[in-house]
């Protein structure tokens, strides 16, 4: 009886999106799921997809000890989930050599199933370098299978000890609830949790099921880096007027409503996301109004007009690159430059809305440094009007989160500035 390899051509179309066309695993994985009845199978496409994702630089090393010539994109996929499957799938050997070449003959590939056979029968003569058998960036790349500049730009930014632990470490897989202040303490969220949770600082880190239970305007999914962020924004201080420039979709207007009671504009360049914070708002019973402009585009009635203008500005998720690889495999050192302008554009328009004595704080979920301190740098020279307000209790008085040192948090950055 044929295998039925069903799932595994689901599976290649969503690794093939990410890695040759550029797309957003999470979107496409949601749409195919839907033509899986079982949520065994479920599971299985989404595991061999993450998976095989995950390693697709540790398998790029692979495949260049195996083969002379680097295979076409579809075949060097196709393979790719073999040696997932053989590596880190529990499948048999046999059964994942037979599911690639019926997956490669699936393709149309059938004059390079001998091929394919050859190379993952012959995987287990591979072996992963050890430190010193390549450079110190090479050796943290193909072990946890990481874009070889992305190592680079942390071992620059923080050393090779704290780049290895980054990278190491393992996505958190649970949820980060907490409560609706306007509805419900924390302390009473905490008892309908039914002892089900790990507690933070300002929430609960939760199994995805356990929230199924819970009354939806009582609490919020919102990440712990995102909940210290909003803190950091007004700790020790009391705006009345604040200003949230890419708020979509609200979580962060929202809390600082909570916590501040201040009158909050929340803002995005996209319509349909706007109506996101809209959505928010209204399950949230908040305040927040929403807004729709673009934030590197000056506003005249808004000059000098805030007590604190929140700039949590796009960048390249790079604090979140352990759960969403694919984010990572569609960005460049290119990217990051651009990402960069657009940055410095926002933060030069909204210094303008400020009030003198305000605050202008700026975030980012990115852990590289040209995002963050290097922006930072550059604002302040070109900006003496404005002077640094330390928040939380670094030395250089930024907030930074990096993931697996600071645990179940993902990367983030804040820094507060004052304008004189």
């Known amino acids: 009886m044929a295998t039925d390899i069903s799932r595994e051509l689901i599976c290649f179309r969503l690794l093939r999106n990410v890695l040759v066309e550029k797309g957003y695993g999470a979107i496409s994985l949601s749409k195919q799921l839907n033509e899986i009845d079982s949520e065994s199978g479920k599971a299985y496409v989404s595991n061999l997809f993450y998976g095989t994702l995950e390693k697709n630089v540790q398998f790029d090393y692979v495949l260049s000890k195996l083969t002379q010539k680097k295979p076409k994109p579809s075949v060097g996929i ?171 979709p609200g979580g962060k207007s929202i809390y600082l409503e909570e916590l501040t009671n201040a009158s909050i504009i929340c803002c995005d360049i996209h319509p349909h996301r706007v109506e996101l914070i809209e959505k928010y708002v209204k399950r949230m019973k908040s305040g927040v109004n929403a807004c729709l402009c673009d934030a590197r585009r000056i506003m005249p009635e808004w000059l000098d007009r805030f007590d604190l203008v929140v700039c949590d500005v796009p960048c390249s998720g790079s604090g979140d690159f352990k759960s969403k690889p694919d984010v990572m495999f569609n960005r460049t050192q290119t990217d990051i430059a651009k990402i960069v302008e657009s940055q410095n554009a926002i933060l030069n328009t909204a210094k303008m809305y400020v009030k003198r004595g305000g605050y202008l704080c700026y975030s980012t979920c990115s852990i590289f440094k040209k995002e963050n301190d290097n922006v930072i740098s550059e604002f302040l020279r070109n900006n003496d009007d404005f002077t640094k307000d330390a928040v939380g209790n670094s030395c250089d008085g930024f907030v930074r989160l990096l993931p697996a040192i600071n645990k179940g948090a993902d990367g983030f950055f804040v820094a507060r500035l004052k304008r004189k």
């Open 78 to 248: 196709a393979i790719k989930m073999g040696l997932y499957m053989l590596w880190y799938g529990n499948t048999p050997a046999y059964a994942a050599t037979d599911k690639t070449v019926r997956l490669v003959k699936a393709l149309g590939k059938e004059g390079v199933s001998g091929f394919v056979n050859a190379v993952l029968r012959n995987a287990s003569s591979v072996t992963l370098p050890k430190v010193g058998e390549v450079s110190n960036a090479d050796y943290l790349s193909i072990t946890y299978s990481v874009p070889l500049w992305i190592v680079k730009e942390l071992i620059s930014d923080y050393g090779y000890e704290t780049a290895e632990e980054i990278m190491k470490g393992e996505a958190e897989k649970r949820v980060h609830i907490r409560n609706n202040g306007r509805v419900i303490t924390k302390e009473g969220l905490k008892k309908k949790l039914n002892g089900e949770y790990e507690s933070t600082r300002y929430g609960f880190f939760v199994n995805y099921a356990t929230t199924k239970n819970l009354v939806p305007s009582e609490y919020t999914v919102q990440s712990y880096a995102s909940t210290v962020a909003v803190n950091a924004y007004v700790d020790g201080i009391s705006p009345n007027t604040i200003l949230d420039l890419c708020g979509a």
